[in-house]
């Protein structure tokens, strides 16, 4: 099986800071990847830069064989809306727009139909349990929806790879085992890879693969 993405000598400086100092990292269809280490050992930029978010200063980052680091900002911008999908912490919800057109915006931004859009977004609000709760905005939802809606957007445009930084941490640990359990299974249904960086260690332990990052490097990768 061909790697979705894959890693090759990552480097990112920040003045003499090596945030990565080279990272080799291979991510299969269907890889459930946790990224654990410690607080400011490059874990958010190892993420922002597979995902086309940070450009590497070197290496490169390949998306099923072609060199991401090659494409124009235009170009990373349109394949964070359809290649990747992505789960932040605050969720990161726009306030101003329903929970539909919140988990709508990937494909909205990228000029799809709007009622198309509307509907796929629907139909996975629907999956994870929000039925009803289309037409509200994240103020009037419970942390752990306004979560779910967040991995609606993620996962609605159907995307290669969702990365989701510390996603459980601002939720209770029993909200933020059910987000994690939702993740795991609507990205199986998918197909689509998950990368999930996270100092919980709860968390870490249902991913089957786990990497471990310290000062920048790959420190330990296990996989089942
Ligand atoms: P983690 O997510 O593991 O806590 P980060 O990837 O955020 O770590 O940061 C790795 C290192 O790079 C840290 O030393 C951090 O201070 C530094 N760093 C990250 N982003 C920037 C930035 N935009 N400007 C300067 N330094 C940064
Ligand atoms: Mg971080």
Known sequence: MHPVLAARGLLKTYGDVH?????????????VLAVV?????GKTTLLHVLSGILRAD?????????SIGELTET????????????????????AELTAEENAALPMLLGGGSREQALGAARQWLARLGLQGMEKR???????????????ARALAHRPRVIFADEPTGALDTRTGQDMM??????????????????????????AP???EIRDGRVAAGVRA
Do not use: N, W, Y
């Open 19 to 31: 945030a990565l100092a080279g990272v080799d990292i291979d991510i299969f269809p269907g890889d």
């Open 37 to 41: 280490g410690p607080s400011g050992s």
């Open 58 to 66: 070197g290496g490169d980052v390949f998306l099923d064989g072609s």
């Open 75 to 94: 170009g990373r911008s349109a394949l964070r809306r359809t290649a990747f999908g992505f789960v932040f912490q605050s969720g990161m919800l726009v």
């Open 137 to 151: 905005r994240p103020g009037e939802l419970s942390g752990g929806q306004a979560q779910r809606v967040a991995i």
């Open 181 to 206: 359990t939702v993740l795991l299974q609507a990205a199986r249904e998918t197909g689509a890879a998950v990368v999930i960086v996270t100092h919980d260690k709860a968390i870490a332990d249902r």
């Open 209 to 211: 693969r786990v990497v």
